[in-house]
């Protein structure tokens, strides 16, 4: 179902290309030309190319082009497909091995033959606490058979994970997993040649060897970064022959860069800002060019139960009926839905217009919020204490959001500071216990399954860490946990999002750790000479698809 | 008494009223106080309610017009009501953050001309030391470390700690060619304490000195202000202020240029009102100056000399 709405707005995207093409141009055919450069602006360098270490969408926006896993998601779908691996692997002992063949004559740009043993050497040295990566310590692959003593440095390799021949690569669960396979096709599961690695030393970040389309030519610091096609790429060979990031370009100089024709995509990783997006909209050259796909994020006010006054549930279900949700929503020009929920859409598990507690269009019930607070205390003689709301600021459109949000408790009498702070200095202060007691946050899917969407926020393991919590509520609930266990190894579908619908109850409904608001509908532009540009629903950015008028 | 004092100040009312400029740039600060004191009584908009019900659905902000005279922000607040206390937060900085540069340039100065020596040594290092920093690159630490981005005395407190070094410097300078001049050494010889001859005698004459400092300074420190708002680290949202507004407007430059052009404008008009009070000021207060100033290629006196470094150093400090 949810594969199909994706498809379809994929060929929606491209009929429009093609006719606005027809519309500005002569000579153009609708057969994908090769050759040429494709210029992106990018406002930062990628983090780091090690897929190891990456975890931000800039980082996999490139990463994504150099580097191949063992699956991949069929065309711009969320189905899983095989790339390396030759086929879906064969899964057996009640859904705790997991067998994958890998495919014969997928070579490394450096020429060498891919083996199940580069996959053993790539994850453990992946989950190796040396390799300092955010996979180390857990998280997703913390669940193959012998990974904890592996962490704790008790033993030099994974049991579970073993090479049965040079094509055969076997895997070991301790418990049944229904989204192993979508944690094989993160960006961590790349596979890199162990040669390489020793060669670079510490800087494989800027010596990448993969498997992929493209390999890194150059990469100069705050400035450039080159991509070249790979001519020994084992899959459908790209049509571009160079990708040039430009780095250092604001988001304000890149969507005017687009438009003089000197730049071809601008950041396609992040949302188009609500200002950028709101002229383009407008302009009839580009107006048809614009791209858009559900982002499968949610968008939510994190109150840390922890902390004082949040510590009282009256407190925050009082703050779950105050926000309103279609200011939030104009000012990012109504590029969203309403959530109050905790799953996105399209993700499987996702409720369109879940409303637990009965709220307004708006997601409103001020009434109920001023009488909830005086249930819990609050009132003339004893006022609601001041609130900073902590919020990572990106652009003007953050700032505006977290104004709109004081707004609204001044209504129910509340003040709320606002304290904007960079994207790193936000994630520090809200992932460690106790700093934190109010936030405006976001999350946006690894990969498509509603675990994704409660793993690594809502459960005690998250909440249980001395820092880099994704828990930012600091929220655990013994009752969830099991169901979340449950539910991770469930193989018949309905019941297992049934499980899902109970867990989002028990948030939504009855603990309320959040104040959900909303998700958002992702949009980019690509400029006048480029063609079947597309989202995709998982991926930053894909590149391959990717063709230029006339082939320059 | 009265008469004397008649005699010293109506001279130079004369003279600064010839000067229509200067007179231009006193109207506009008048009307600016007035609109700044009087906001809460306006009947204007509250600045920083958003009235998102008046936005179109994509969003966009109003262009001037009906519904809100000089437009709308992206969150629906309104401009008009935004810039007029937008001139709060711009004069209250500007008048503090001066007169706290004042107090301490002055002390620092008289001190270090009138008892020269050692103590004029270390003052004076100490000054230039403080006029070799970077100003907005230590402006931004010293928000970042005292953590404190939003209160506008620390702004006024940072923006005063690197302005109070033009103005002893040029107090100084005044005190060590007055200090020389036959009426101190009387009142010295007459067995006068220095704090008296401090007070009574050398003060007085400082007073030009002051004004016209005090004035143009104002100027600098408003720009100041707005400068550190608009990279983000003065005041802070949604208090409306115009530096700020200038930079949350500069998104949407493509799509709604009145969001910069109005704070712009005003920040410009008003930089410009103190700079030609302050200005018309100087030549007001000394006509030698002035008949310099109007083409006359002769010497310049010492008193001229000391006016004229009046100017220099506020412009340094504009341009840093």
């Known amino acids: 179902m949810n594969h199909h709405r994706v498809r379809l707005m994929g060929v929606t995207v491209t009929s429009l290309l093609v006719l606005a093409a027809c519309g500005t141009t002569t000579a153009t055919t609708t057969q994908p030309v090769s050759g040429g450069t494709l210029n992106v602006a990018f406002k930062d360098d990628p983090k780091t190319l090690d897929p190891a270490v990456a975890y931000d969408t800039t980082s996999w926006a490139v990463e994504r082009s150099i580097y191949n896993g063992l699956l991949d998601y069929k065309g711009f779908t969320t189905q899983l497909a095989p790339d390396i691996a030759e086929a879906m692997p064969s899964i057996t002992n009640g859904g705790k091995t997991y067998t994958f063949k890998v495919r014969k004559g997928v070579k490394f740009s450096n020429g060498r033959e891919v083996t199940a043993d580069d996959f053993k050497y790539s994850w453990e040295r992946m989950l190796d606490p040396k390799t300092q990566g955010p996979m180390t310590g857990g998280s997703f692959w913390g669940g193959i058979t012998g990974a904890q003593d592996f962490f704790n440095a008790k033993v030099d390799h994974i049991s579970g994970i073993k090479v049965i021949d040079a094509n055969t690569l076997e895997v070991d669960l301790d418990a049944p997993n229904q989204s192993f396979l979508n944690i094989v096709a993160m960006p961590f599961g790349f596979v890199i040649p162990k040669e390489a690695v020793a060669a670079a030393g510490a800087d494989f970040s800027h010596k990448p060897v993969g498997t992929g389309p493209f390999t890194l030519d150059k990469w100069t610091a705050g400035q450039l970064l080159v991509l070249k096609k790979n001519p020994n790429y084992f899959g459908k060979a790209a049509y571009l022959n160079e990708v040039d990031f430009q780095i250092g370009v604001a988001a304000e100089v890149g969507f005017l860069r687009l438009q003089n024709g000197q730049a071809d995509l601008v950041q396609p990783d992040i949302n188009m800002p609500s200002a950028q997006y709101i002229q383009l909209n407008s302009n009839p050259t580009f107006k048809g060019r614009i791209v858009r796909n559900p982002n499968v994020d949610i968008w939510y006010l994190g109150m840390n139960v922890n902390m004082a006054p949040f510590d009282n549930k009256l407190v925050r279900e009082a703050f779950n009926n105050v926000v309103n949700k279609t200011n939030q929503l104009k000012v990012l020009n109504g590029r969203g839905v309403i959530n109050n929920g905790i799953q996105a859409p399209p993700m499987p598990g996702y409720v369109a217009n879940y409303n637990p507690l009965g709220l307004d269009k708006n997601g409103q019930n001020l009434d109920k919020a001023k009488a909830l607070l005086t249930q819990a205390g609050y009132g003339a003689s004893h006022p609601f204490p001041a609130q900073d709301l902590v919020y990572a600021k990106a652009n003007a459109d953050s700032d505006n959001l977290a104004a709109s949000i004081q707004q609204d408790f001044q209504a129910v009498g509340i003040t709320i500071n606002l304290k904007g702070l960079s994207f790193p200095a936000f994630l520090d202060i809200t992932g460690k216990p106790n700093s934190t007691a109010l936030s405006y946050n976001g999350w946006i899917q690894d990969f498509p399954d509603p675990s994704d969407f409660i793993d690594p926020i809502l459960t005690c393991s998250a909440a249980n860490v001395t820092a880099n919590g994704g828990d930012v509520a600091f929220y655990c609930n013994k009752q969830l946990d099991q169901l979340a266990d449950q539910a991770r190894g469930d193989t018949n579908a309905t019941e297992r999002l049934k499980l899902y619908q109970q867990i989002q109850d028990i948030v939504a409904k009855q603990d309320f750790p959040w104040v959900p608001m909303y998700s958002t509908l992702q949009t980019s532009i690509s400029g006048t000479r480029v063609h079947d540009y597309a989202l995709h629903p998982v991926w930053p950015l894909v590149l391959t698809n990717i063709w230029l008028t006339g082939g320059k | ?320």
Request: hydrophobic fraction near 55%; include cysteine.
């Open chain 2, 1 to 320: 008494m009265e008469s004397r004092r008649v005699s010293t100040w109506l001279p130079i009312w004369y003279r600064f009223r010839r000067d229509r400029l200067a007179l231009c740039g006193s109207a506009f600060i008048i009307l600016l106080l007035l609109m700044a004191i009087l906001a809460p009584l306006l009947p204007i908009r509250n600045p920083n309610h958003g009235y998102y019900e008046l936005l179109p659905a994509d969003g966009r902000p109003l262009a001037p017009g009906s519904a809100f005279l000089l437009g709308s922000d992206a969150v629906g607040r309104d401009l008009l009501s935004r810039i007029i206390w937008g001139a709060r937060v711009s004069l209250f900085i500007g008048f503090v953050a001066n007169g706290l540069a004042l107090v301490v340039g002055l002390c620092v100065g008289i001190l270090a001309g009138y008892f020269g020596k050692w103590v004029d040594m270390i003052l004076m290092r100490f000054t230039d030391v403080m006029m070799a920093f970077p100003v907005l690159l230590f402006s931004i630490a010293l928000i970042a470390i005292l953590q404190r981005g939003g209160n506008v005395l620390v702004i006024a407190g940072v923006i005063a700690l690197f302005y109070w070094t033009a103005v002893a410097r040029i107090v100084r300078g005044q005190v060590l060619s007055l200090r020389e001049k036959e009426f101190i050494e009387a009142a010295r010889s007459g067995g006068g304490r220095p704090s008296r001859i401090l007070l009574r005698h050398i003060l007085p004459h400082l007073v030009p000195v002051l004004i016209v400092y005090g004035t143009i300074g104002i100027a600098t420190s408003i720009s100041t202000e707005s400068i550190l708002s608009f990279i983000g680290i003065g005041v802070q949202p949604p208090t409306a202020d115009w530096g700020k507004m200038v930079s949350d407007g500069q998104a949407f430059l493509l799509v709604a240029p009145w969001l910069v052009i109005f704070p712009g404008l005003m920040i410009l008009f008003t930089v410009l009102a103190f700079n030609l009070v302050g200005d018309g000021l100087r030549d007001a207060l000394d006509p030698r100056q002035r008949a310099l100033h109007r083409g006359v290629l002769g010497g310049v006196s010492a008193g001229g000399q000391a006016l004229a470094s009046v100017v220099r150093p506020g412009m340094e400090a504009e341009s840093a």
